[in-house]
């Protein structure tokens, strides 16, 4: 039996590992989990719930989506709906707390980057204890008082929000308190030694330096963020296939692949790959409307085509295109192609509910592009020398 007091020390306001942050991952690994909070940022939200066997979540999902920037707010209601099982709704609920195996915390810091990294809080860690016991009767009673969000109401509460980002813009007042400017804990690496560490590390390799791979995780993470996929949604597939590449399919269709080496020199636009030893490949899914000039894009190295699958692809020429780019460290596309590549790509997220290639999803490699910490501790690993 224990009770701890979590808050941040000297050591983790000047830069160290966040307490909080530490303790829940601790916490929630391998385990079901159950979590109230009003308050919760999307990429922290996937950072927990990726490290657990099964998850379940109240919220004042109202409060939630004010919260948000018009942009989060339609990713939060993409998520709510994705997971409508998981998710309940409770007006008025101010509580934050998360309940997993022998362990409970709670207090003040929200379930967001910034709450577990950058505000003064203070929870309260109950381990092999009865309030333990308490909370969990709390939190089911809790939950069977309520439900999930009806998808029509959830939709027009966030079109009555306002739809300009407001942020009041005010002088600071002076504080002599330093601040917080704590970081997430490490994720677990995978296991050291397997093959599929060992197949991350030499595929992150590839890349010609540090700054060219952190440029095509953004770039992922930025396709991430506009169709708003989490890790366990079952349209979306990261992987490590046996050829050298790191894929990401939506659906049935490749939307952004990075290291491809096209074996049909007819498909090939710079012959023999003859260009800088600083530069690698980058595979963007482009509309049909890319067929007819694709091989005068600067920078374009090679291409395929997709076939017709869907309704509105009645002839081949009507499905998208797979246009390879050779890119240094510091990526700049020809002008609209990265537009059209989200559009594209978002295209591909509306036509699915799931992709048949789930099954080699694997969930560290949507955390080493979305998770600063792990993707700092992975890159660490793979460009030390």
């Not at 000297?10 to 909070?37: K, N, W, Y």
């Not at 366990?232 to 290291?259: C, Q, T, W, Y």
Request: charged share 25%; glycine share 4%; hydrophobic share 40%.
């Amino acid at each position: 039996m224990s009770v701890q007091l979590i808050y941040h020390t000297p050591e983790s306001m000047a830069g160290g590992i966040s307490p909080f942050d530490a303790t829940i991952m601790q916490m929630v690994a391998g385990r079901e989990v159950r979590l109230a909070c009003p308050y919760l940022g999307l990429t922290y939200l996937n950072r927990l719930t990726q490290q657990a066997d099964h998850w379940r979540l109240i919220t004042d999902v109202p409060e939630w989506l004010r919260a948000m920037t018009p942009k989060e707010r339609q990713q939060v209601e993409e998520f709510i709906a994705h997971h409508r099982d998981q998710i309940h709704h409770c007006q008025d609920l101010h509580a934050k707390v998360v309940i997993a195996g022998p362990q409970a915390m709670t207090g003040s810091a929200n379930f967001t980057q910034k709450g577990m990294t950058g505000r003064v809080e203070v929870s309260v860690l109950f381990a092999d204890c009865e309030p333990v016991d308490e909370l969990r009767a709390w939190f089911d009673l809790l939950w069977s008082q309520t439900a999930p969000v009806v998808g029509e109401e959830l939709r027009r509460w966030r079109e009555v929000l306002p739809t300009q980002d407001v942020r009041l813009e005010a002088p600071p007042i002076s504080c002599r308190f330093p601040g917080v400017a704590a970081r997430l804990s490490p994720l677990p690496m995978i296991a050291e030694g397997t093959d599929v560490e060992e197949r991350l590390l030499s595929r992150l390799r590839l890349a010609p330096n540090r700054q060219w791979m952190e440029s095509w995780l953004d770039l992922a993470q930025t396709l991430l963020e506009t169709t708003g996929l989490s890790s366990d949604d079952r349209r979306l597939v990261i992987s490590l296939p046996n050829d050298k590449e790191i894929p990401i399919i939506i659906g049935s269709r490749i939307v952004l692949m990075a290291f491809r080496r096209e074996r049909r020199t007819d498909h090939r636009l710079i012959p023999d790959y003859r260009f800088h030893d600083d530069h690698q490949t980058v595979d963007l899914i482009l509309p049909a409307s890319y067929r007819p000039r694709f091989q005068q894009l600067p920078r374009a190295a090679h291409y395929w085509f997709f076939k017709k699958h869907y309704s509105d692809e009645q002839r081949n020429e009507d499905a998208p295109i797979c246009l390879g780019f050779t890119m240094p460290a510091e990526f700049t596309f020809p002008a609209g192609v990265r537009a059209a590549w989200l559009e594209a790509a978002q295209q591909e997220c509306d036509r699915h509910h799931s992709s048949s290639y789930r099954r080699k999803h694997q969930p560290q490699l949507y955390s080493l592009i979305c998770d600063p910490a792990y993707r700092r501790q992975v890159l660490d690993v793979a460009f030390s020398g």
